[in-house]
Nanobody, 129 residues
């Protein structure tokens, strides 16, 4: 019953920044932990970032993006964001947001895609060198 819609992707040069947005439906968005994943052509879906429910005080990042990407949420807007700075060509992928509505990712670990219940359709990020 949760619908997620990503936006904000595009074509940028290495070193540029983008902010991705994920708009969520649902009456209890603040109760959902949220994650960002990405998938490049020919690759498996890869964990990018996680934020805990409510105030979002807990975050996790893949080593490849730590220090460059920041996940945040705005519960009043039913939205989660991914600020991406210092983009590299290897960041090129389709980026997906995902909701953890029953706390599987939050409890068992946020790194596996099969611990999230709902997914958006993705937004393309392409970084040229």
């Amino acid at each position: 019953q949760v619908q997620l819609v990503e936006s904000g992707g595009g074509l940028v040069q290495a070193g540029d920044s983008l902010r991705l947005s994920c708009a969520a439906s649902g009456r209890t968005f603040s109760n959902y932990a949220m994650g960002w994943f990405r998938q490049a052509p020919g690759k498996e879906r890869e964990f990018v970032a996680f934020i805990s429910r409510w105030s979002g005080g807990r975050t996790n990042y893949a080593d490849s993006v730590k220090g460059r990407f920041t996940i945040s949420r705005d519960n009043a807007k039913n939205a989660v964001y991914l600020q991406m700075n210092s983009l590299k060509p290897e960041d090129t992928a389709v980026y997906y947001c995902a909701a953890d509505t029953i706390s599987r990712a939050a409890v068992l670990g946020p790194f596996s895609y099969d611990r999230y219940d709902y997914w958006g359709q993705g937004t393309q990020v392409t970084v040229s060198s």
